[in-house]
């Protein structure tokens, strides 16, 4: 219990330590940790926290690092925006399920150059816990339910309860 307390205020502690220019505007979106339910010490990120496109997006114990800080809009999650780029004025880069027409169980997850309104890095959390791609039956997956750091996320069709679907997302709302 006291180590989980200590996970939520360390992450309410790094989003309020966003970057001010983001957090002062009105209602701007703030960047916060991904978690899956099945061990919130990890988080989900991307492989050696390189920002370019077709970088693989895994899981790895939380570190603060800005490469796990993934900026969100209210309950939905119309990008899931990898921030910190977006301070180094360089491309903001987003969690990308890659062409639609190959969708499919078992497609992994990168992040890519974001577009606005761009359907495969276009995400919905639901209620469940779940985030859920856009207009599709495909959720963000964590493969075969491994911990090991560097496991690369899937999709995978949404079911109810099953725990490698159900994400933390510290969202302020
Ligand atoms: C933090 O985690 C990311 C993966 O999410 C990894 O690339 C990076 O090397 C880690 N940083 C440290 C300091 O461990
Ligand atoms: C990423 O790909 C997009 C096209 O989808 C391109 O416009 C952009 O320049 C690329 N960024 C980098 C850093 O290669």
Redesign the pocket.
């Known amino acids: 219990m006291f180590a989980f307390l200590v996970a939520i205020a360390t992450s309410i502690v790094f989003a309020v330590a966003a970057p001010a220019s983001l957090d002062a505007r009105a209602g701007a979106p703030i960047a916060v940790p991904v978690r899956p339910i099945l061990d919130t010490s990890k ?8 920002y370019a496109n077709g970088t693989q997006v ?8 800005a ?2 800080s993934w900026e969100i809009d209210g309950g939905n999650l119309p990008g899931l925006t990898s921030i910190s780029s977006a301070t180094t004025g360089t491309d903001t880069f987003c969690l990308d399920a890659g062409l639609p027409a190959n969708y499919a169980n078992g497609v992994q997850m990168k992040i890519w150059k974001c577009f606005s309104g761009l359907a495969q890095q276009t995400w919905n959390k639901m209620a469940s816990g779940q985030i859920q791609l856009a207009n599709t039956n495909f959720c963000l997956d964590l493969t075969n339910g491994d911990l090991t ?2 496991n690369i996320l899937q999709i995978w069709t949404c079911t109810a309860g099953n725990t490698n679907q159900i994400w933390q997302v510290n969202s302020p709302q």
């Open positions: 988080c989900m990120g991307f492989v050696g926290g390189v895994d899981i790895f114990d939380c570190n603060e690092s490469s796990q750091n560097r």
